[in-house]
Each structure stands twice: as structure tokens, then as C-alpha cells.
């Protein structure tokens, strides 16, 4: 069988294209996902189905990719989760739906993609929220994902200190962090009613599942994309063991920030010196594919609490963002500080240190990284590096969002909370060179993966896709998910990765 439509990967972005697109009864769409798929809420494993741990981030989790990626060159390669089932990252995320700011695609629109300016993308949040607490013209009320916010009277101890802290700093309260405006301390859109994380498996998948003309086919990778001449005319994948290949008039790559530019690769899609490097006869010379690497460098400052403060894990998410400017900054909103307890991993229970945690995230970082292949075995995980603080704006900003951490510290609010502070140490402390080694030994990532296949007009010779995320230079091939990001947004990708599949299934 030929289908209309192949969708490669079963994540936040593809999720909702198979929803949208097997709308129309007279296109086949099929959703190939290398992961798991658990058709129901009550099939669901705990740790996809509730909030509060991060068990399926574990790098021994069957439900993500267990990268390894290289961050800076003070720290050996870590660990990168990404999702792997049906749901994708959405399905293991922290459940932060929060908006790209007016800014973000303002800037988008000004490279030359005038289809992503800020009036034409909010349609598309609004279509996808079911906001629970703002009902006005910029958000939405009778969308699929539920969003909500947890109100003051219920905040945890030691995030409504830190709300308090940052206002006695002069901070303004910001009780609407996605709308156009937004800046301040306040309470994160969640998308996690009673706790259950809803990802787009559950919001938009799940009530399309009986349509005849959608396929849905689990525990199947994707190895390739296959071509005659420049259109892509189907995928190669492997599945129980046999490899085999399946057409279709067009095919979607929504496997990730990651997974998309290596599927491309694989297939013959990037920079051709590089492919020929490896052994992969080159289809289509691209040569950003895998390069503009972008993500939120983030920065932990830990602190150990008194006895007597609750440190038990918050079942619906609650946490506070704190928006601001850096010092000498031409971009708003380049910083955020979040707070919360250091949890296990595994579980979702606190660890015993009784620590929390001020995490300072980079925004708008300078630094890009890129990402290549290593082999054409597409078992074998694509080489990549985040290349972080390479430029000395960034380690700016996040020394002074360090030292931010220590002024709320010191704020009465936390008086009876915080006992001590544990990292980073006074003589890391000591100087901006002692700071900034610091900050490169111990730096961590968001998983906001940004990028890796860009969007842009074809005069940028780093763009991969169009603004309708057609691949430049091929037909019958487009990529829809956090890769087409020409930059990471000032804020949490998830929200905008949505946006942008239903924005696109609108042209497919």
C-alpha cells in the first residue's frame, strides 16, 4: 500500500499531524514510532502517566533514546534524554507548556519567514490550549490540551519564597506568563491536570485512533529516507527483526531536534563532503543540516534547607519562573530562574541532603553547536556538541544570573528555609575566571533542542527547510518538530513544537 502520508516519529509534532491530517477521511496517513505505544490512559506505565517522577528520563528507561552528548570540554559526555514512544518527549517531559515570547517569532518573521510572525502563529496556541484559568483573546478555551496554573494559596514552601524574594528585588508578579507581555515572577502553564501529564498521545492521537484512514505502527525505526532523484518517494524501516520499505506520496520527519538532521544524513540529505566522509553517496548537498545546534544552557545553584521544611514531591508540577533582562542585554526576557528540590531520577523522591535547587537558564544563547554522523549504521547515535559558553556574552549573562541566586537567597523570605548554600563554593565564587571554570565543569542543558534543521528562506545557505518546512531542493519531504526552530525560543520548546505542527498540518 501507498500511503498519502508517512510520518516519521510518533512525538509532540507528529502526534498532532496524524491527528490533523487523517481529519480528511480520503488521505491514508501513516505514524511510524521507534518506541512503545500504549493506546489508552490505563495502559500507560506510571512513569509516563504521572508528572512527579522522572523515571522515564532514566538512561535505563525503555522510553528514550539514552543519547550521549558532549556539553563543554570540562565535563566528559552526558546523558540526553529523549523520548522514545509514542508521546516522544511530551510523553516524558516536565509539563511546562510555555509560550515562545512575542519577540521569538517576530524575529522569525524578520529572516524571512513572514508565515511565523506572532499574529499569524496565535491562532494555532489558541487552537491547541483549553486554558483553565484565562479566558480572553489570546489564549485558548476549546483546544485538546488542558492548560492551568497552580494558585497562590497552594504553592509549596519553597516556591512561594521564592515569589516573595524575587518581588522584594523589584521584580514584577507576572500572573500570565504566555501572554504577549510577559516578564516577572510567576506561576509556569502546566499541562498536567490531577497530575497526568497530557502529552499529544493523549490529546490529539488518542481521539483519532479509530479512524480508518490512519495507521498508527509502533516499535518501527525508521533507517532512511528513500529517493528517485530528488523526491522522496518513501522510508526504508526496520521493524521485528526485518527490514522492509514502505511509500508514500509525501513523508514527514517529526523524530526530533536530534533524530530528524540524522535521519537526513542517513539519507543522503547535508553537507556532501561530510556524507562522502562517512561512506553516504550524497542525494542533495544541505549543508546546515545537523549545524545551528541550539538549546538553554542552564546553570544550578544548590542550597541546603532547615529541618521541618516539605520537600515531598508536588504531584501537579507547581513551578515559578522568574523572566528578566541581563544587564546591557538588546533581548528581552534572555534569562530565566526556576526553583525547585533536587529529586531521584528514578523515582521522583527527594534525595535524602534535603537540597534545593535556583536552575538559571540562558535564553537567547550565542553559542551554537552541530551535529554529525559517525557512522551509517542508523543504530549508531549521530555525534553532537553543545558546545556551550564558547562565547563570552554567554558566561556574562550566567554570572550575573548566579549571583542573582545569591541575592534571592538572602531575602527574608527564605530566612527559615535555606540553612546553607552548597554550590557554587566561595572560591568558586572568588572571581569571574573562577565563576566561569565553574560554570563549564558543572553547566547542564535543557532538552529544548533547537535548530539542527533550520528554517529559512533558500538565500540563507544554512536553511533547511522552508517556512512551509519543505525541504530545500527536494519534493515530497518536510520536517516538523523543535529542529525547524531557526532559534530556541525564549522558553520551553514543548508549547511551541505544538504550535508549529498544527500550523503546518494547515498546508500539508
Known amino acids: ?78 546523558h540526553v534524554a529523549q523520548g522514545k514512544v509514542v508521546g516522544g518527549s511530551g510523553a516524558i517531559n516536565g509539563q511546562v507548556m510555555l509560550r515562545g515570547l512575542l519577540e521569538d517569532f517576530e524575529d522569525w518573521a524578520a529572516w524571512g519567514n513572514d508565515e511565523w510572525s506572532y499574529r499569524k502563529v496565535l491562532p494555532y496556541f489558541k487552537k491547541m490550549e483549553r ?19 497552580r494558585q497562590q494559596e497552594l ?8 515569589h516573595q524574594a524575587a518581588l522584594a528585588l523589584g521584580f514584577p508578579a507576572d500572573p500570565d506568563m504566555n501572554g504577549p507581555e510577559s516578564g516577572g515572577i510567576g506561576a509556569m502553564p502546566m499541562n498536567n491536570p490531577d497530575g497526568l501529564r497530557m502529552s ?42 526485518e527490514v522492509f520499505t514502505i511509500t508514500g506520496k509525501e513523508v514527514v520527519l517529526s523524530a526530533g531536534g536530534l533524530k530528524s538532521p540524522h535521519l537526513l544524513l542517513l539519507s543522503g540529505v547535508g553537507p556532501a563532503e561530510e556524507l562522502r566522509q562517512v561512506g553516504i553517496p550524497p542525494v542533495h548537498h544541505l549543508p546546515g543540516v545537523g549545524k545551528n545546534l541550539r538549546n538553554h544552557p542552564i546553570a544550578s545553584v544548590s542550597m541546603r534547607v532547615k529541618e521541618g521544611i516539605t520537600l515531598l514531591p508536588d504531584n501537579r508540577g507547581t513551578r515559578m519562573g522568574l523572566r528578566y533582562t541581563a544587564s546591557g542585554s538588546s533581548t528581552r526576557n534572555d534569562i530565566m530562574i526556576m526553583t525547585n528540590a533536587v529529586y531521584s531520577p528514578l523515582s521522583g ?25 559517525t557512522s551509517t549504521d542508523p543504530h549508531v547515535q549521530p555525534h553532537f556538541d553543545y558546545r556551550y559558553l ?53 553547566i547542564g542543558t535543557a532538552r529544548h533542542i533547537s535548530g539542527t534543521c533550520k528554517m529559512g528562506p533558500a538565500a540563507d545557505s544554512m536553511a ?8 530545500h531542493g527536494l519534493t515530497g519531504l518536510r520536517v516538523v518538530d523543535g529542529s525547524i526552530l531557526p532559534y530556541v525560543t525564549r522558553a ?12 503546518v498540518a494547515a498546508w500539508i
Not at 27 to 41: I, K, Q
Not at 349 to 372: K, N, Q
Open 155 to 162: 504553592w509549596p514552601p519553597i516556591q512561594a519564597a521564592f
Open 390 to 442: 564558547e562565547d563570552p556574552w554567554d558566561r556574562q549573562r550566567l554570572r550575573e544570573a548566579v549571583r542573582l541566586c545569591l541575592q534571592l537567597a538572602r531575602q527574608k523570605a527564605y530566612a527559615d528555609i535555606i540553612a546553607e548554600r552548597l554550590a557554587p563554593t566561595d572560591q568558586d565564587l572568588a572571581s569571574d575566571d573562577a565563576l566561569d571554570t565553574w560554570l563549564l565543569k558543572t
Open 464 to 471: 533547511v527547510v522552508d517556512q512551509y518546512a519543505r525541504v
Open 131 to 149: 486554558d483553565l484559568d484565562i479566558q480572553d483573546d489570546v489564549h485558548g478555551t476549546d483546544g485538546p490540551i488542558p492548560i492551568l496554573r
Open 349 to 373: 523522591d527527594v534525595l535524602p541532603d534535603r537540597t534545593i535547587r535556583f536552575s538559571c537558564a540562558l535564553e537567547l544563547p550565542v553559542s551554537a553547536g552541530e551535529l554529525c554522523l
Open 492 to 503: 520551553n520548546t514543548h508549547a511551541t513544537i505544538i504550535m508549529a505542527a498544527e500550523r
Open 200 to 241: 499529544t498521545a493523549l490529546t490529539h492521537l488518542n481521539p483519532a485512533r479509530h479512524r480508518l484512514n490512519l495507521t498508527i505502527r509502533p516499535n518501527a525505526l525508521t533507517r532512511r529516507v528513500l529517493f528517485e532523484g530528488t523526491r522522496a518517494v518513501g522510508v526504508e524501516v526496520e521493524s521485528g527483526g
Open 1 to 78: 500500500m501507498q500511503y498519502d502520508v508517512i510520518i516519521v516519529g510518533g512525538g509532540s509534532a507528529g502526534c498532532v499531524l496524524a491527528a490533523r491530517l487523517s481529519e480528511d477521511p480520503r488521505r491514508s496517513v501513516l505514524l511510524l514510532e521507534a518506541g512503545a505505544d500504549y493506546p489508552t490512559l490505563d495502559m500507560l506505565p506510571e512513569p509516563l502517566k504521572y508528572g512527579h517522577t522522572r523515571a522515564a528520563e532514566a538512561e535505563n528507561s525503555p522510553h528514550n533514546w539514552a543519547l550521549r552528548g558532549t556539553i563543554t570540554p570540562l565535563q566528559d559526555a552526558i
